[in-house]
């Protein structure tokens, strides 16, 4: 009887010594290739957090716009862009028409950091935060905007692409930084 209490009362110490190990087990049992493959889909999904920011400083609207799946959709509080060709239109909104060949952006940056990548087969999940530095008034770089994305990927036609991607901005406020295009906007 004493035995089988002793056994009963190890079994939680037990497990929780055994468990890991089983899991960890189960992680090591991926082929080379699975392994392989994980790292490169890793890698090209961290392709796409730097792309965002890169075609977007670029003012390639066609470029950014294919970052998105064919029905992907473009977040931020209840404003909600969904398709290439409204993903489009919305930098139209946000910068104008398109600049012309060789237009080189000497105005803003966009820095993505710490990304976190949970990769399901086909599907991914991201969250990153962003940094947003245009140029100040004496000419010196302005951080303006910083913020979290957190995206939904998949891969369509053997790419990753968001599915939706959801910015929400932390400093300034939402309003506070739509105040700001809005008098960026008047002064031009």
Not at 164 to 178: A, G, K, S
């Amino acid at each position: 009887m004493k035995t089988r209490r002793s056994i009963i009362r190890g079994l939680p110490a037990l497990l929780a010594v055994v468990m890991p190990a089983l899991v960890m087990a189960e992680e090591r049992t991926l082929t080379l290739e699975e392994r392989l493959q994980r790292v490169e889909d890793e890698l090209a999904i961290r392709r796409l957090l730097v792309d965002y920011a890169v075609t977007q400083d670029a003012r390639d609207y066609a470029g950014y716009a294919a970052l998105f799946a064919k029905d992907g959709e473009w977040v931020n509080g209840k404003t909600v862009y969904k398709g290439r060709e409204a993903i489009y239109n919305m930098l139209v909104r946000l910068y104008g028409d398109p600049p012309p060949a060789g237009y080189v952006n000497n105005e803003s940056y966009h820095l993505v950091t710490n990304p976190e990548i949970e990769i399901d087969g086909d599907r991914a999940k991201a969250r990153s935060r962003h940094l947003l530095i245009i140029r100040g008034p004496d000419g010196h770089p302005w951080p303006v905007l910083t913020g979290r994305y957190e995206d939904e990927l998949i891969r369509e036609d053997g790419k990753w692409k968001f599915l939706r991607r959801v910015d929400y901005p932390v400093m300034p406020t939402p309003e506070e930084w739509m105040k700001f295009i809005r008098e960026r906007n008047a002064a031009k």
